[in-house]
């Protein structure tokens, strides 16, 4: 057999060999999409998911996986671009309507969040996980009625979880319920954490609780709060700085200045400037004052 034969005979089987990307299909491209998204290549993922969508375009599944790929890669746009095709295509899916809950209460869109946790809600047996997350979407709405049924429904679910009282403690503040609020702060003082969480606000509670009793113009019960924190730390800014605030209202501007002079002395916070500035003000140092707001921020003073 002469070599023309032979090379006609090869090339003759090779070309019965598949080849490198033949017939791929859109699950082909999709089950690389899972690998790349596993080894956090979301980049190389969103390649893949392109390629199926050129083959399966009504798929929701590839839009969805092509939505995570890209908030991972830090295209949250495009991811909630393609979160709303997936939904379009597959609105039954209660985990689409969960991820795109999640980016929207992430970009600020708490609208849009709460709206999404609601479907969730609707598709799926009511968790505390999601009532805390639609919670804080509230929260972001300035809707904190909202946001206090819904943890006290969490709660319900859940009444061991310190967290959930101890954020439901800011909304009831944030809502003027602040007899709830004391109360909350003082349920977590009391609490465990949960086994395997790293969520131990017990002294944190105490310096919160002081912060509303503060609001709540309660100014002794807010100065003893102060007091037992700062007796199991003497260096607790956050304690120094409503008992500073506590005292700027009770006239003890000396007293006041000298907790913010000890808070700034480690954390020049444009925000102690100002109430150290507010209490040389009320002192009569002006010159003090003035030089305090700049450092705030607020030169005029106001």
Sequence with gaps: MNKPIIVLLLLTTLGTLPTTGQAQTAADFLAKARHELEMWNPDTAIGYLDQAL??????????????????????????????????????????????????????????????DLV????????SALVLQMRAEARNGMADYAGAVADYSAAIELQPDDPQLYYQRAFARAEAEDYAGAIEDFTVVMTMEPLPDSYFDKRDAALGRRAGVKLQAGDYDAAIADCELALQRDSHNLEALVIRGMVQTEQGKYAAAIEDFDRVLA????????GYRAAARRKSGDEAGAAEDFKRAGRPSGE
């Excluded at 929701?60 to 939904?87: H, M, N, S």
């Excluded at 309507?97 to 970009?107: A, H, K, Q, S, T």
């Design 266 to 273: 480690v954390f020049p916070a444009p925000e102690v400037f």
């Design 54 to 115: 050129a083959l399966s375009a009504d798929n929701a599944e590839i839009w969805f996986l092509r939505g995570t790929a890209k908030r991972d890669d830090g295209d949250r746009p495009g991811a909630l671009l393609d979160f709303d095709q997936a939904i379009a295509l597959a609105p039954n899916e209660a985990d689409y309507y969960y991820e795109r809950g999640l980016l929207r209460n992430y970009v600020q869109d708490y609208a849009g969040a709460v709206a």
């Design 119 to 126: 479907h969730f809600l609707a598709l799926e047996p009511v």
